[in-house]
């Protein structure tokens, strides 16, 4: 048996970077690196770009280069009477194959939204969540949004792109996610962090959106825009700015946390950054989230207002 010489070691694993765009892991892009990808000469090697934005008259405004329209809130619907619920597998499944989520590919996410209280930041977390769940293990958000591409004065386009069907992975990684009954088996326990993603205001109970007020009991407030730039709430602060802030908050990566929020996409957010910024290994989503664990009476006792506390 030959063997290969350091030089030729160093040579072929050259070749191999050069013949990749990007190394395959779920985080965030910048603004300048996106136009690149989806700027390649070779069109194998270009991302599949959504756009997540609710509005779709916005979409027809003005969009990234190649970028398919996926609506988040098409992903959810009601169940049983709670509304915005995450929509059964073989729907999600359809929807994401027809929008193009490709298991050998990159994917760029992005919605618009750079002040509160405009979130729309969270759509792009949301379908970010959604394609993890479901397997897929390349995706960026773009770090900055539509805001962000727009100040760098990168083009704009009001074309629309098709992307072929795509072809999901065979597993997906549905341990991500935790439901109510295990939820309340779980928050209790020693190193478990249960973290409310809302604003401090609906987290205390003054608001008049929620059918019962205030939070999970021993859950504490963290709300999701900490982690963002004030002047671009579609942009990520750096880790070594947030660290303390999290670490006060008692969120630390020996920890199991527990995220939730009122429909999810605020949570996705606080989580889609434990994990993947700040690399947390234990971050899982409560999906029902507020909207699902106000509406049930066998926990009426627990979710008496606690507005105040």
Same mark, same amino acid.
Not at 13 to 19: E, F, Q, R, S, W
Not at 27 to 54: C, F, H, N, W, Y
Not at 76 to 97: C, H, N
């Given at each position: 048996?030959?063997? +290969?010489?350091?030089? +030729?070691?160093?040579? $072929? ?19 300048? &690196? ?13 991302? =599949?770009?959504?756009?997540?934005? !609710?509005?779709?008259? &916005? ?5 990234? /280069? ?15 009477? =709670? /509304? ?5 597998? %073989?729907?999600?499944? #359809?929807?994401?194959?027809? $929008?193009?989520? %490709? ?9 618009? !939204? &750079?002040?509160?209280?405009? &979130?729309?930041? @969270?759509? $792009?977390?949301?379908? $970010? ?15 900055? !949004? ?17 992307? /072929? ?9 549905? %341990? ?31 608001? %008049? ?8 009991? !021993? ?18 602060? /750096? ?21 939730? +929020? ?14 993947? #910024? ?17 509406? @049930? ?13």
């Amino acid at each position: 048996m030959t063997t +290969c010489p350091l030089k +030729c070691i160093v040579a $072929a694993t050259v070749v191999i970077l050069a013949g990749s765009t990007v190394q395959a892991e779920i985080g965030i892009i910048s603004t300048a &690196d996106a136009r690149q990808l989806i700027e390649a000469p070779d069109p194998d090697k270009r991302p =599949v770009v959504i756009d997540t934005r !609710g509005g779709y008259k &916005d979409y027809f405004r003005g969009h990234l /280069p190649t970028a398919h329209h996926l609506n988040f809130d098409t992903l959810r619907g009601t169940e049983r009477g =709670v /509304p915005v619920q995450y929509l059964p597998d %073989d729907l999600t499944k #359809v929807l994401l194959i027809r $929008a193009g989520i %490709d298991r050998n590919r990159t994917h760029l996410i992005y919605a618009t !939204g &750079d002040r509160l209280p405009n &979130d729309e930041v @969270l759509s $792009a977390s949301m379908v $970010a969540y959604v394609l993890e769940k479901f397997g897929v293990e390349d995706i960026r958000i773009i770090d900055g !949004g539509l805001p962000g591409w727009k100040k760098a004065k990168f083009p704009v386009t009001q074309e629309y792109f098709g992307n /072929p069907s795509g072809t999901l992975p065979e597993q997906g990684k549905q %341990d991500i996610a935790i439901a109510v009954d295990e939820l309340l088996e779980r928050k209790a326990l020693q190193g478990v962090v249960l973290v409310d993603a809302r604003p401090a205001n609906e987290y205390l109970g003054d608001d %008049d959106v929620w059918l019962r007020k205030g939070h999970i009991p !021993g859950a504490i407030s963290f709300h999701w825009a900490r982690l963002m730039e004030p002047e671009n709430t579609h942009q990520f602060r /750096p880790l070594p700015q947030t660290k303390g802030e999290l670490v006060a908050a008692g969120l630390t990566p020996d920890k199991e946390i527990i995220v939730y +929020c009122g429909t999810s996409r605020e949570g996705s957010l606080l989580r889609f950054y434990l994990r993947h #910024v700040a690399k947390y290994p234990k971050v899982r989503l409560y999906e029902g989230s507020w909207k699902e664990y106000a509406s @049930l009476k066998q926990h009426s006792a627990e979710t008496k207002e606690i507005r105040g506390r």
